[in-house]
T-cell receptor
Framework: EAQVTQNPRYLITVTGKKLTVTCSQN?????MSWYRQDPGLGLRQIYY???????DKGDVPEGYKVSRKEKRNFPLILESPSPNQTSLYFC??????????????FGSGTRLTVV | QKEVEQNSGPLSVPEGAIASLNCTYS??????FFWYRQYSGKSPELIMF????GDKEDGRFTAQLNKASQYVSLLIRDSQPSDSATYLC?????????????FGTGTKLQVIP
């Protein structure tokens, strides 16, 4: 089954304790992205990657890191989480968005609470 | 001005009616337009995409694009209670070698049985 697998689904952590949210896709997509979703603010892009070893900042990158060492995996790293990073996080992948492309496939989401 | 604007709703329609969801965007260079459905606590799922002016139909769903007026809409015919969800509009364009996608904040649809 074609899918984006994101883990964990729920995570409660304490301020300053490093954590990693994993994301893996089995569709051979080149484009992967991380979003956070907050009430009233919608989906905001954190980081994206156009291919292996190619990553760049989105609209809200502060406090986050990513890596793309393999095409299928795109982990999100919070080196020192703070309460304002409490949010619902989505990983998404796509072949392309240009004409003929079919947009994102989203992972099931990670609800992160930082206390 | 937000890049992609949607009325947050809720939009309430009776079962069997047509639901009309609207989205406006500010960047005239936008090339691709998507509608996603998101149930509460779940991830967004793609309903439709459209690239050319006019209408595109898929079952009970019709996407309409008007690039001159910079709006895209989604019509849901014969609305069902299971259509109750938040609908996200997304707009994409090539920007500096990558594909920038911007989402609206979504319109909450309630279909009343």
């Amino acid at each position: 089954e074609a899918q984006v697998t994101q883990n964990p689904r729920y995570l409660i952590t304490v301020t300053g304790k490093k954590l990693t949210v994993t994301c893996s896709q089995n569709m051979n997509h080149e484009y992967m992205s991380w979003y956070r979703q907050d009430p009233g603010l919608g989906l905001r892009q954190i980081y994206y990657s156009m291919n292996v070893e190619v990553t760049d900042k989105g609209d809200v990158p502060e406090g986050y890191k990513v890596s793309r060492k393999e095409k299928r995996n795109f982990p999100l790293i919070l080196e020192s989480p703070s309460p304002n990073q409490t949010s619902l996080y989505f990983c998404a992948s796509s072949f392309t968005f240009v004409r003929g492309g079919d947009g994102y496939t989203f992972g099931s989401g990670t609800r992160l609470t930082v206390v | 001005q937000k890049e992609v604007e949607q009325n947050s709703g809720p939009l309430s329609v009776p079962e069997g009616a047509i639901a009309s969801l609207n989205c406006t965007y500010s960047d005239r260079g936008s090339q691709s337009f998507f509608w996603y459905r998101q149930y509460s606590g779940k991830s967004p799922e793609l309903i439709m995409f459209i690239y050319s002016n006019g209408d595109k139909e898929d079952g009970r769903f019709t996407a309409q694009l008007n690039k001159a007026s910079q709006y895209v809409s989604l019509l849901i015919r014969d609305s069902q209670p299971s259509d109750s969800a938040t609908y996200l509009c997304a707009v994409a364009k090539n920007s500096g070698g990558y594909q920038k996608v911007t989402f609206g904040t979504g319109t909450k649809l309630q279909v009343i049985p």
